[in-house]
């Protein structure tokens, strides 16, 4: 059986950095942060490098945003997203178009190098993105 899990990811429009460390101060737990390597590749962020991916892990608690991309700046209200995540590429994509019907989608399911993403507001405005993520193996 598949796990699933749901998870706010929010664009920091820049202070990616500070909040996800401020956050992990308050919470703790493991956080890791991604910048964009060779062909999109996420890699360890140095300081100072945009945030291209951020995971705080914390006691039931996750958190995941990032910097944001300069050609969609955020906006209150249009920041934020649920991320559903998991292995179950069927189910997920099932999903991925059941929330779509009526809503907008941002950028249909495609491969990346860490598994498939595609993100879209729903009927209701609320934004998603939904990761295949790849099964090792």
């Keep these: 059986m598949s796990k699933q899990h749901l998870a706010p990811y929010i664009n920091f429009a820049g202070r990616a950095r500070e ?3 401020f956050y992990h101060g308050v919470f703790g737990g493991k956080l890791d942060l991604f910048a964009a390597g060779e062909q ?3 890699k360890p962020a140095e300081p100072g490098v945009r945030i291209m991916h951020a995971r705080l892990d914390a006691d039931g608690v996750v958190i995941m ?6 050609s969609y700046p955020a906006t209150v209200g249009d920041h934020i997203a649920l991320t559903l ?5 069927a189910d997920l994509s099932r999903k991925f178009d059941a929330l779509a019907d ?3 989608v941002k950028m249909k399911l495609t491969e990346q190098p860490w598994g498939t993403a595609g993100w879209l507001a729903d009927r209701f405005g609320i934004n998603w993105n939904v990761d295949i993520e790849k099964v090792a193996g």
């Design 19 to 21: 909040a996800f460390e």
């Design 40 to 42: 999109g590749r996420p």
């Design 65 to 70: 945003g990032s910097d944001g991309h300069p």
């Design 85 to 89: 995540s998991g292995t179950n590429a």
């Design 102 to 104: 009526g809503g907008k």
